[in-house]
């Protein structure tokens, strides 16, 4: 069975401090991986995705099977990024998510 | 609205009502969840259909009845609820079944609580 696993419920930087939301995983075959987010009052939307290898808003994601993680970063965080981050992992039938990251940039 | 609509976005109901959560999607997809947010367990899925065919039914109890008349709309419909049934039931769409690589496009979500 698949499995996501975000070990941090809150976390709290400072402006233009570096952030990273940890992510691990579960999975018997090559995951798809993903990172949602939910700003305040939004609805949950894609922030990135693993396969596309790119950079949103600031922030990557690389994976990595060996530690089977994904982590989110961001090398300079922003009072805006405060939000819900949510890491997925999908199969052929479903998506799952984490539990959830709170994340809170502090002025 | 574009996207993905849910309503009602709130809904207080009783253990012997029964209601119904509609989700309304006009991007063209043809997959449809619903996933259930609870303040303590991560975003659990519910239901996949796939061309208005369910596809996956993650031991959701028989209270819990979905509906995909066409590949806009599903419902969920709800009887003898539970207390513990109180949560954000969110809807999402994408384009193809097999969600790999492909996003998915979140609702706004019911906001249910059962009395």
């Known amino acids: 069975a698949q499995r996501v696993t975000q070990p941090e419920k809150l976390l709290s930087v400072f402006k233009g401090a570096p952030v990273e939301l940890k992510c691990n995983y579960s999975?018997?075959?090559?995951?798809?991986l993903f990172w949602y987010v939910q700003y305040s009052r939004q609805r949950l939307q894609l922030l990135l995705r693993h396969i596309s290898r790119e950079s949103i808003k600031g922030f990557t994601a690389d994976l990595n099977k060996g530690e089977t993680s994904f982590h989110l970063k961001k090398p300079f965080a922003q009072e805006e990024d405060s939000a819900m981050y949510y890491c997925?992992?999908?199969?052929?039938?479903?998506?799952?998510f984490g539990a959830g990251t709170r994340l809170t940039v502090k002025p | 609205e574009t996207g993905v609509t849910q309503t009602p976005r709130h809904l207080v109901m009783g253990m012997t009502n029964k209601k119904s959560l509609k989700c309304e999607q006009h991007l063209g997809h043809n997959a449809m969840y619903w996933y259930k947010q609870s303040a303590k367990k991560p975003l659990e899925l519910m239901f996949v259909?796939?061309?208005?065919?369910?596809?996956e039914n993650n031991s959701v109890p028989s209270r819990f009845s979905p509906e995909c008349p066409n590949s806009s709309h599903l419902f969920l419909h709800l009887h003898t609820l539970q207390p513990e049934d109180s949560a954000l039931y969110l809807c999402?769409?994408?384009?193809?079944?097999?969600?790999?690589?492909?996003?998915?496009?979140f609702g706004q979500g019911t906001r249910l609580t059962v009395v």
């Open positions: 997925a992992l999908s199969d052929n039938n479903d998506m799952r």
């Open positions: 259909y796939s061309l208005e065919e369910r596809v």
């Open positions: 999402a769409s994408s384009q193809d079944l097999n969600p790999g690589g492909t996003e998915a496009f």
């Open positions: 999975y018997s075959g090559s995951p798809e």
